[in-house]
């Protein structure tokens, strides 16, 4: 079982940025894909990010040219860096570890003024 420990949400105007974090508790991005998923009030889990074991990346459309995953393999984490947030974004992000199905206990982020 890998433990994923996700950190970084907090409250932050529209406009402004974050960087969610997620780190695992051992070294499997080299065999296996990351996901970013995010859930709002009332919505259904939606996936945000991805990825690849080979560094490709894919992206919402509601997200794309906003947001950028990237992971570090020496410190096992993958990060969300989210630049010119929308109050539409507001959620709990979750990472993923498809491989096993392994989630975070999520991180909240809301964008209000």
């Known amino acids: 079982q890998v433990q994923l420990v996700e950190s970084g949400g907090g409250l932050v105007q529209p406009g402004e940025s974050l960087r969610l974090s997620c780190a695992a508790s051992?070294?499997?991005?080299?065999?296996?894909?990351m996901n970013w998923y995010r859930q709002a009030p009332g919505k259904q889990r939606q996936l945000v990010a991805t990825?690849?074991?080979?560094?490709?990346?894919n992206y919402a459309d509601s997200v794309k040219g906003r947001f950028t995953i990237s992971r570090d393999n020496a410190k096992n984490t993958v990060y969300l860096q989210m630049n010119s947030l929308k109050p539409e974004d507001t959620a709990v992000y979750y990472c993923?570890?498809?491989?096993?199905?392994?989630w975070g206990q999520g991180t909240q982020v809301t964008v209000s003024s």
């Open positions: 990825i690849t074991a080979g560094g490709s990346t």
């Open positions: 993923n570890l498809p491989l096993t199905s392994s």
């Open positions: 051992r070294n499997i991005f080299s065999i296996s894909a």
